[in-house]
T-cell receptor, first 113, second 114 residues
Framework: EPEVTQTPSHQVTQMGQEVILRCVPI?????FYWYRQILGQKVEFLVS????????KSEIFDDQFSVERPDGSNFTLKIRSTKLEDSAMYFC???????????FGQGTRLTVV | AQSVTQPDIHITVSEGASLELRCNYS??????LFWYVQSPGQGLQLLLK??????LVQGIKGFEAEFKRSQSSFNLRKPSVHWSDAAEYFC????????????FGGGTRVLVKP
C-alpha cells in the first residue's frame, strides 16, 4: 500500500542551525501539506502546496520556514535558523486531486537544543 | 474560522467495554470530518471520514462515527475495546474552500485497563 515517507525519523540540531525535513508523498498525489505537533499540544497546520507553489500558510509559517519540491518525488520543509520552540513532531501529508482525505507520514521529531 | 473541540483529554476504559469519544466542531456549513489515531511514537492513521450521505460511517479497526448536524458533533464509537486501541485520537475538520487543510481537536488519550 502506498504511503508517505518522512526522513529522518528523529533529528537533533543546535539552536540557530538550519534543518531540512524530507518527505516523499504518495506518487500520484498533487497536494502536499506540513503540520506540526508540539509535545502535548494539538496538531497544527503549517502550509499547503500545490502546483509548485504555496497555496496557503498559517501564521506559524513565518520567514524562517520554506518549502520546496526540488524534484518529482520529494517535498521538503526547511527551517532556516532553528529556535528552541521549533522542537516538535513535523508531519507531512499528501492528497490526491479529487479526494478529500490526506495521508500522513510517520513524522519527524525535531529536537532543538 | 473553524474550530474543533474534544472535551475529554483522557479516557480510561476496561478491555471489552464500549468506548465513545466526543467531538464538536464549529463551522458555518458542513465540513469534511475525520478521525485519526496516533499510537505512541507513530504517525497519524485515518480511522474514518464523513463527507456527505449516511450520517453513520464505518471505519477501520471496528470504529464507527455518527455525524449529527443539529449538535455539530461527530462522535467516535467502538462497541468493544481491545488493549491495542490504547492511543491518542484526533478529530479533524477539513474545509474544501481552504484547500482541505485540516483543523485538529486537542486529542483524547485512551487508556485501556486489562
Amino acid at each position: 500500500e502506498p504511503e508517505v515517507t518522512q526522513t529522518p525519523s528523529h533529528q537533533v540540531t543546535q539552536m540557530g542551525q538550519e534543518v531540512i525535513l524530507r518527505c516523499v508523498p504518495i506518487s500520484n498525489h498533487l497536494y502536499f501539506y506540513w503540520y506540526r505537533q508540539i509535545l502535548g499540544q494539538k496538531v497544527e497546520f503549517l502550509v499547503s502546496f500545490y502546483n509548485n507553489e504555496i497555496s496557503e500558510k498559517s501564521e506559524i509559517f513565518d520567514d524562517q520556514f520554506s518549502v520546496e519540491r526540488p524534484d518529482g518525488s520529494n517535498f521538503t520543509l526547511k527551517i532556516r535558523s532553528t529556535k528552541l520552540e521549533d522542537s516538535a513532531m513535523y508531519f507531512c501529508a499528501s492528497r490526491f486531486q479529487g479526494n478529500t482525505e490526506a495521508f500522513f507520514g510517520q513524522g519527524t521529531r525535531l529536537t532543538v537544543v | 474560522a473553524q474550530s474543533v473541540t474534544q472535551p475529554d483529554i483522557h479516557i480510561t476504559v476496561s478491555e471489552g467495554a464500549s468506548l465513545e469519544l466526543r467531538c464538536n466542531y464549529s463551522y458555518g456549513a458542513t465540513p469534511y470530518l475525520f478521525w485519526y489515531v496516533q499510537s505512541p511514537g507513530q504517525g497519524l492513521q485515518l480511522l474514518l471520514k464523513y463527507f456527505s450521505g449516511d450520517t453513520l460511517v464505518q471505519g477501520i479497526k471496528g470504529f464507527e462515527a455518527e455525524f449529527k448536524r443539529s449538535q455539530s458533533s461527530f462522535n467516535l464509537r467502538k462497541p468493544s475495546v481491545h488493549w491495542s486501541d490504547a492511543a491518542e485520537y484526533f478529530c479533524a475538520v477539513g474545509i474544501k474552500a481552504a484547500g482541505n487543510k485540516l483543523t485538529f481537536g486537542g486529542g483524547t488519550r485512551v487508556l485501556v485497563k486489562p
